[in-house]
């Protein structure tokens, strides 16, 4: 397997006026966290973290590799409960498909 | 052109023609002979079609032949320029029995199924590796020369042939080898060897061999050593060409991008449209020569690199549709991937200088790999930002080829026609303003994409990123058009290369009924592989799963809009271009 390319958000801009910047939830032009390897900034701390995992796994300090950590845990619950919702859709999908199709092999 | 020509009416007539091979039909369908049985075996699916739930389209229920086609000419009896390239899809649509609406809600539904279960996968290294997933098939460089020399042979000696006979051959387009070749076997085959293949055009492409050898003669002439043009690779300085009886003129390759293919395309396209170019063999000899005199004038001036590279739209087509392929280059996407740091990505290839990087490879990289379909759309990176243009006009073309046969189109073009506006500026128009309609629906959704996955990333570059996740759709809109086109006429095809002189009385095969399924699931399958490479790429650039998943909503809205659409849209009954 080729080493995982690293693909830097390589366009950034800290401005406000930037179409399609609401805001996020750092001030205009005062990122949230900036990685200190490739100086890529987040508009949250967790997609740091998360970056920092991910990315630059073996460069953690322990207070990163903690940040990390958390964020990842955090990540996992909210992404259960996310797939859960998958799954419920693409349930409700196939059975409204189905039941649309046997009404319509009645009704033609 | 014809004149105005009315909806066709008659069951017959409004079956959806795929081919286009409608112009001279008269004198084919007389032929009693192997067309015959097409002809009946397709009058026998008529009547089965027309007990189909949709009345509307109870003949487009018919699978399309040449025996449509031939009954279309016969009652029409005009050329139906354009009658065109679009589809076979209006038979997938009328001969199931189920109404068009759950037809067109199916497929928005499969697509946006397709992107929920997608979005269980989350796990970037596992998803990276797929992808990543090469076989490589080292050869001996001799070998891949021979290869690429007997295709470049084999190029230039088909457009010899195709011009010859476009040129002196028979005028009915069933047995012109110049139509057949170019129609069926380049336009709707080798097109699709690129991307179920591999993408072989920078050796086959004839003008590339002819501009090759236009270069070593000039360099003969002038002394200078091919290879060694004066252009910039980054693209800074202008470059001076001489241009014969016209002088200096100072061009700049690298500026303009993929701009020049990108109207080169769309320009193709309407007069693909707006004239009779599939059923005209002398018409159709004509566009080819001044495509050639163009192309080859044009990459001898800027160097094959420079023209193949960035401006010829053909070239570029194919190399999109390459990126699809199981085959490919033995790293080609390293050129291809600009990300690995913060500067601006080069356009790969308009690099400027005269060699020729896609043929001259360098005897140690000569080698292909078998990778996943679609894997090679992933390791792009970002693409230059004219490329988003690019694929977003070969989205549009497809579209664009369907919508003006459409009844709902026609309604609209005929007050305006009838008010006296030329059939050609309304064409132009829906042209040119389509395309920046779909430029601008993605550019939106791109901007959604930044909000929804909460990033700094620009929406300019978020656009360049999920732009090859588009091209599997056009792949997948072209196979299913142009799959029973192939198969339809291929024994004429071989029909006319065994024997270009003489060709014997065209032989027709009738698709089976069952093919409509396979079109309809290729159409489908075509957009499930654009929301897999929409969510490896989004993978590859959100920290996170639920980010990636996330930015991805406004792309998966667009491509359901455009299932749907495209699928309304090969289910109209056929109409004539109105004022074309």
Redesign the interface.
């Known amino acids: 397997m080729p080493a995982p390319t690293v693909r830097p958000e390589t366009e950034i801009d800290g401005s406000s006026g930037e179409p399609g910047d609401r805001g996020g939830d750092s001030a205009a032009g005062s990122p949230a966290a900036r990685c200190r390897h490739c100086d890529r900034p987040f508009r949250s701390e967790s997609a740091w973290a998360l970056h920092l995992g991910e990315v630059h796994p073996d460069a953690l300090s322990p207070d990163e590799r903690k940040a990390y950590e958390a964020a990842d845990a955090d990540e996992r619950d909210e992404l259960f409960v996310y797939h859960m919702k998958v799954v419920v859709a693409l349930g409700l999908l196939y059975a409204g498909f189905v039941l649309v199709y046997m009404v319509l092999v009645q009704t033609f | 052109m014809s004149d105005q020509q009315e909806v066709a009416s008659g069951s017959a007539t409004d079956g959806r023609t795929e081919p286009t091979l409608g112009g001279d039909g008269g004198n084919v369908s007389s032929d009693s002979g192997p067309g015959a049985p097409a002809v009946a075996d397709a009058s026998g699916l008529a009547a089965r079609g027309a007990t189909a739930?949709l009345d509307r389209t109870s003949a487009a229920a018919v699978r399309p032949t040449i025996g449509i086609a031939v009954a279309v000419a016969a009652t029409a009896l005009a050329a139906t320029p354009a009658a065109a390239h679009v589809g076979s899809l209006g038979a997938v649509a009328g001969s199931s029995?189920?109404?068009l609406w759950?037809v067109l809600?199916?497929g928005g539904?499969a697509v946006?199924?397709s992107f929920?279960?997608t979005?269980?996968l989350?796990d970037?290294?596992g998803v990276?590796?797929v992808n990543?997933?090469r076989l490589p098939v080292r050869l001996p460089h001799s070998a891949l020369a021979g290869w690429r020399r007997l295709l470049g042979v084999t190029g230039v000696a088909v457009l010899v042939a195709v011009v010859l006979s476009g040129l002196f051959g028979p005028t009915d387009p069933f047995v012109s080898l110049a139509v057949l070749v170019v129609w069926a076997g380049w336009w709707a085959g080798y097109t699709a060897s690129t991307y179920l293949l591999g993408d072989t055009w920078p050796a086959a492409n004839p003008w590339r061999t002819l501009a090759g050898w236009g270069t070593r003669v000039r360099a003969g002439l002038t002394g200078s050593q091919p290879g060694r043009e004066p252009a910039e690779p980054d693209g800074g300085a202008a470059d001076a060409v001489r241009v014969p009886l016209v002088g200096e003129i100072a061009v700049d390759p690298a500026r303009w991008g993929a701009w020049p293919s990108v109207v080169g395309l769309l320009a193709l396209v309407y007069v693909e449209v707006t004239t009779p170019l599939a059923e005209d063999p002398r018409l159709l000899a004509g566009v080819v020569l001044a495509y050639t005199v163009a192309t080859v004038v044009g990459a001898v001036a800027l160097g094959p690199a420079v023209w193949f590279g960035s401006i010829d739209p053909v070239s570029r087509v194919f190399r999109w549709y390459g990126r699809i392929a199981p085959f490919g280059r033995l790293g080609d996407d390293v050129t291809g991937?600009p990300?690995?740091?913060?500067?601006e990505p080069e356009p790969a290839s308009a690099g400027g200088s005269g060699v020729d990087p896609e043929r001259d490879s360098a005897p140690g990289t000569a080698g292909l790999e078998l990778r996943l379909p679609g894997a090679g759309l992933t390791?792009l990176?970002?693409p230059a930002r004219d490329e988003t243009a690019f694929v977003v006009a070969l989205l549009w073309a497809t579209t664009y080829d369907g919508l003006v046969s459409t009844p709902a189109w026609n309604d609209l073009a005929r007050p305006v026609v009838s008010a006296g506006v030329p059939g050609l500026v309304v064409y132009a128009v829906l042209l040119v303003g389509g395309f920046g309609a779909f430029l601008a629906v993605y550019r939106l959704a791109a901007?959604?994409a930044?909000?929804w996955a909460?990033?700094?990333?620009?929406?300019?570059?978020l656009e360049r990123w999920f732009v090859p996740s588009l091209v599997p759709i056009a792949a997948g809109y072209h196979l299913a058009h142009f799959s029973s086109y192939f198969l339809t006429l291929s024994p004429a095809l071989a029909g006319v290369l065994a024997n270009p002189l003489s060709p014997p009385a065209p032989v027709f095969v009738v698709v089976p009924g069952w093919f409509d399924t396979i079109q309809l699931l290729v159409v489908l399958l075509g957009h499930v592989l654009a929301v897999w490479v929409a969510h490896a790429v989004a993978l590859?650039?959100?920290?996170?799963?639920?980010?990636p998943?996330r930015s991805q909503y406004p792309l998966i809205v667009v491509m359901v809009v455009y299932t749907t659409t495209s699928l309304w849209i090969v289910a109209q009954p056929y109409v004539a271009p109105v004022g074309l």
Do not use: K
């Open positions: 739930a029995a189920v109404p759950y809600l199916a539904a946006g199924g929920l279960f979005s269980l989350t970037h290294e990276r590796m990543g997933w991937d990300s690995d740091d913060a500067s390791r990176g970002a901007r959604n930044r909000t909460d990033t700094y990333v620009t929406a300019d570059y590859d650039i959100f920290p996170g799963r639920l980010r998943v």
